[in-house]
């Protein structure tokens, strides 16, 4: 979802993240470490976790395999955060923005692993929602309604991401109900207060 919602901000609303004057090529190598870090890493772990032994299967269908996954995608997130809003000092100079969106996604997994000590949220939902609420927080704040569009296909990939969902009888309605309020919550008051 953060290379989804990265790629919509680099390619379709550049100033937003005060990227206009970047070259797509250097937007694109910051798509890529984005993706790197925030899927091809949590993926490797995640890998290492089932091959170890930690989790009993991929799908994480259990509450108890979700865990571990969670706290260390949440590292792997506050990791790329730190280095895209203090170590990278010409994109965290330049374009701000980027570590404060990939500082709220950082707080959304958090808040996945938190919840999943007591309680099965929706993941999925929470990450599809946050795409939605930060450019819905967008299409608001700054008045890109070149984005309504992207909006609209979204809100329809959300209901089919919780269609889904409900199909595998990986969660209820109140999972996927809540998991859309946490990523909802997270994106917009980042966006409206921090971008």
Known sequence: MP???FGILLFLAPAVLNVEAFTPTLRLSLLTLIFIGTFGVPSLLIYYLYRSG????????ELADRRIPYFLT???YTGVTFLFAFRMEG????APEIGVLLGSISLSILSVGLISLYWQ???????ISGVIGAIAAIIVKFGE???MLVLALLIILAGLVA???LQLNAHNPAQISAGF????????ASVIWLV
């Open 3 to 5: 290379t989804l919602l």
């Open 54 to 61: 930690y989790v009993k299967s991929l799908q994480m269908e």
């Open 74 to 76: 949440a590292l792997v």
């Open 91 to 94: 994109i965290s100079t330049l």
């Open 121 to 127: 949220i929706s993941a999925h939902s929470v990450g």
């Open 145 to 147: 309604t070149d984005l």
């Open 163 to 165: 269609s889904a969902r």
């Open 181 to 188: 309020a946490v990523g909802l919550l997270i994106s917009v």
